[in-house]
DNA sequence: TTGTACGCGTTATCAT
DNA sequence: ATGATAACGCGTACAA
């Protein structure tokens, strides 16, 4: 494969003259520029970014770090995370770790063998065990979505205790006293908060809080189907149901549908997170939703200033406050910001 | 950083030995590992991937381009490449071209810059322009989902002429003569091909062909949503209409819903590629879903086993059946294979 | 403005 | 089973 070294000489001057060119750095005279250009064009060269990294030590590349890429929520983040990269000329770099810790620990150290600038990371578990090897190798570090106990570092994440309260609120307005909350687990803390403003909602409204109405399970689809079956059963039936994410709720929306019941004339189901096409196919679903893109843009910015900086930076936490999106009937729609 | 030559110098050994430890490679001496492997781990040594890859030649990375990571169908894909690439210890690298050209080619140019060992690509347009320059620095190549004109090179994709044909038949049958077709651009073959077959199925029924209910337009939810606007506009009004993606058929339910016509009661909607967690949420699409993860899977393996040859291979092409998902009512669901 | 010498961290090759 | 040497392709530091 063509390298440095034959554009040079097909231009007549030294490899470092070109890299000056193909790096638009130092000066070089118009004209060598132009013969240079030439060369590389008619050699077809495109530069090694693996030399080039290697050396300037650099890959100009970040990772992102989440949980599910078909999940739409996430998605959005990545796409904020990568249009605010890409605008500072960095690559990103997207793992799934299924909310498997294991899988994130794999990656974590494939990412430092790829030598990346800097991370962006839904952490699966609040254990900050994991982490403690980006530290070690100074790798900076954004927390996404979710935080982790003791570990320092920049933190980027949604108002999950406001919001929740918000749309518990929703439903007491309604009239709904059974309220059943489907979480997600211990260990993830966006989980606890949304449990917390839950819980927060009801004493202030001195509704009693029943834990038989509380589950915890993950935030993925089959978990919300299956808690929402078992609550079903539970008597007296609850009037309405917490989804604390947006996966847990299709789920639910799955059970209820097998069961027979309508949304919302049986039963109210409102969850954290938006929907995704929610506006376009299910009409009826309250929903707190995240500003996800702002989120994502603004993790990789906060990164990437750390990246810039020449000396350490204090850590920073920017919390978004969500939208609560309030869907009764067709073409009937209410925003209110927290 | 800590290198291969620091865990040499402790381990005792000369760096090469330490090569062989970390890459399972050649022979080494059980005790010897061992002491490299202290050596490892009391430094914390973790290999440089950029200059294993510089010296090897071998990044073990494919890269897949496609055009929405919002969209299920693609990020379904996605998964099926990435387990079937890290199952062979390969790392891919997702890139979004959102339907445009010019990111295409940017991306194409930066994966040329990385070395990636191969790629998986969802063309933007069936103009091979900016895949010759794959051609040229040998990298191997997979098409999915979509051809390109005159392009020589592995293909996999959906019977979409079958499929868009077998949808078209359902709704002849449900006694639908005035069907609209929503599909993408002609620079697109899927589109194209669904288009084939949607006209196939009425020229088979004898159903004359009108060009005023034909719409073409971009695969993205707007496009969906305008043209069915327009198409609600034509006098008679189409009773049925066929989306040629997931995503114009969310616009399209978008824009039924504003007018106040409800499915399938007022006018009925079917679509190409599965709507994201539609059997909870929307359990009245009929629709044509594609093996979107063993598409992928099918896309990955093809491409590594070419990485994997040490002679050239033939070009090969597979087309993967679609499936019929009939959803009339809850709980009342018909699977059909093609 | 341009060039020389060297090193980034690793592995291929050949030798022992 | 282990090692010495060179090379992968490029950019830094310094010199001219």
Known sequence: MVNIKDVAKLAGVAPITVSRVINHSGSVNPATRERV????NELHY????????????QTHTIALLLSDITNPFWTTIARGVEDAAAEKGFH??????????????TYLNLLLQRRVDGIVIAPTTNDKLRLTALKRHQLPCVLIDRRVDGFKSDVVCGDNRGGAELLTEHLIRLGHRQIALVSGPHSISSAEERAEGYRAALRKHR???????????????DSGYQLVKRLLERDPRPTAIFAANNLIAVGALQALREIGLRVPEDIA??????????????PFLTVVAQPAYEMGRTAAGLLMERLAATRNIRTREVVLAPELVVRQSCGQMHHTTV
């Open 37 to 40: 250009q030439r060369a590389i």
């Open 46 to 57: 495109v530069p090694n970014t693996l030399a080039q990294s290697l050396r300037s030590k």
């Open 92 to 105: 990103t770099i997207l793992c799934n770790t299924d909310e498997d810790p294991e899988k994130e620990a």
């Open 207 to 221: 509704i009693p809080i029943e834990e038989s109405l509380i589950f915890r399970g993950e935030f993925k689809q």
């Open 269 to 282: 189901l409102v969850c954290f997170d938006d929907i995704p096409y929610a506006s376009a196919i299910e």
